[in-house]
């Protein structure tokens, strides 16, 4: 894998020659240097509260202390805090890898490996069979990286959101839109990433580079990996009537291959939802119907959401229709069941308002002062959606405490002003 990287630079001037991410021999050479490092690694330790996992991450961490040269210490400590500030890194594993790209960059990945393997560390960490402690299988390594560190790299921490996933570093697109209400973008969350499913015509993102099947990354500088859905939409009321800069990762490779981490999530949406993701900003195709002439729309609370701000105060009028007792089924499996129950009851409806707050929902009877009939901290509400055949018409469950651990849940049953009203309060909360 080095020599094939090391060839690639044949035709350059070697004295001057930068090897960046347009190198496509970069992804293998670090996953090679990365199995290396992890070869006989010992991946757990035992503590007081049991076995825990090891990375490479915390071995790297615990390595400055034995950073004697006063040159590589300043550098070494300097590449940890630039890891850790790195918001799109969430996991050991990419913080690592993350690592080893500005180790590489810096040219001191030699320098910090050799401190390595004449540190402590280096047992505590390694298995005597491994090649860190190989002495034959150590200096050849070494002689590797030795010529490694004579090439010069230039690989960006801008774009490392996927390192968790891949070495392979993705197209990496920063555009700009006009502000508006709705943007014209429907987004699935779908393994802690937000897909762009839809681009509507004639909007402001349709005048972008944005295509069905890029990844949301950032927003306003700030990351969207990992974060929980209706975050798009706060983050949208924090920068009200400002132009939005949006970081986007493009479906495909820069060779027109899909880039895998992606293309996985838009096998699952395709699989769940018969959405056909192309080149163009498609349409979803219609969705079968269920057996009971009708469907739960998977709402934007559980998956997607349509990227826009609230309205002015967050106030919006609608009727309460009751309420029922799920017992411990909290999951959005259930919203039809839910909705179903309330309406059979028949029970008296109250026009109320519901508020929408940074941090929870209010409901309260219309034009009345009394106190609140409903409050609800985003935490508590599990699942929400609609029923296509009813339209205007949403639900959400609600545990008795934070969803993850209420076993007890309560499904309330709303009707919107309209369709688009029930679809942005799914969308907010």
């Given amino acids: ?54 990375e490479l991450w915390q071995m790297f961490t615990m390595l400055s202390k034995y950073c004697r040269n006063q040159h590589l210490s300043r550098f070494y400590n300097d590449i940890i805090e630039q890891v850790k500030r790195c918001s799109k890194l969430k996991t050991y594993q990419g913080r690592g890898r ?15 490996v050799q401190t390595l393997v004449t540190s402590a560390l280096v047992t505590s960490f390694y298995e005597l069979d491994s090649i860190l402690q190989s002495q034959q299988l150590k200096n050849g390594f070494m002689g590797i990286l030795k010529q490694v560190s004579e090439v010069k790299f230039e690989l960006m921490l801008s774009n490392v959101s996927f390192l968790d996933e891949s070495w392979i570093i993705p ?17 699935r969350h779908i393994n ?20 069905p099947g890029d990844v949301l990354d950032q927003i306003f500088g700030e990351s969207l990996y990992m974060v929980r859905v209706g975050t798009l939409n706060d983050i949208m009321r924090r920068y009200r009537d400002q132009s939005i800069p949006i970081l986007i990762i493009k479906k495909n490779l820069p060779n027109g291959m899909p880039f895998d981490p992606i293309a996985s999530r838009l096998d699952l949406i395709f699989k769940t939802d018969n959405i056909v993701i192309s080149k163009e900003k498609s349409k979803p195709s219609p969705k079968p119907k269920s057996e009971t002439n009708g469907e739960v729309y998977r709402s934007p609370s559980v998956d997607e959401t349509p990227v826009q701000a609230p309205n002015d105060g967050n106030l919006y009028s609608a009727i309460y229709m009751g309420s029922i007792n799920m017992g411990k089924k909290g999951d959005k499996a259930f919203i039809e ?17 519901i508020e929408l707050n940074e941090g ?52 309330h049953v709303f009707k919107a002003t309209s369709e688009e009203t029930a679809k942005t309060l799914l969308g907010y909360l």
């Fill in 360 to 411: 929870y929902a209010i409901v309260k009877k219309r034009a009345s002062k009394d106190e609140p009939i409903l409050r609800f901290s985003y935490t508590e509400i599990s699942s929400c959606g609609r029923l296509t055949y009813y339209p205007g018409l949403f639900a959400f469950i609600a545990g008795d405490t934070t969803c993850t651990i209420s076993e007890n849940f309560t499904c």
């Fill in 98 to 112: 993350a690592f080893i790209r500005l180790a590489l960059t810096k040219g001191l990945l030699f320098e910090i």
């Fill in 1 to 54: 894998s080095w020599q094939k990287l090391h060839l690639s630079r044949e035709n350059e001037d070697r004295s001057s020659a930068i090897i960046t991410d347009q190198n496509e021999h970069v992804p293998r050479f670090c996953k090679y240097l990365e199995q290396v490092m992890l070869c006989r690694f010992k991946g757990s330790r035992r503590t007081m509260f049991g076995m825990n996992k090891l």
């Fill in 337 to 353: 069941e839910g909705i179903k129950s309330v309406l059979d009851r028949k029970e008296p409806e109250i026009a109320i308002t």
């Fill in 171 to 187: 197209i990496h697109k920063l555009v700009q839109m006009q502000y508006s209400s709705d943007v014209g973008l429907l987004v």
């Fill in 192 to 211: 802690n990433r937000a897909v762009v499913v839809k681009v509507e015509p004639q909007s402001p993102a349709a005048n972008t580079d944005i295509e």
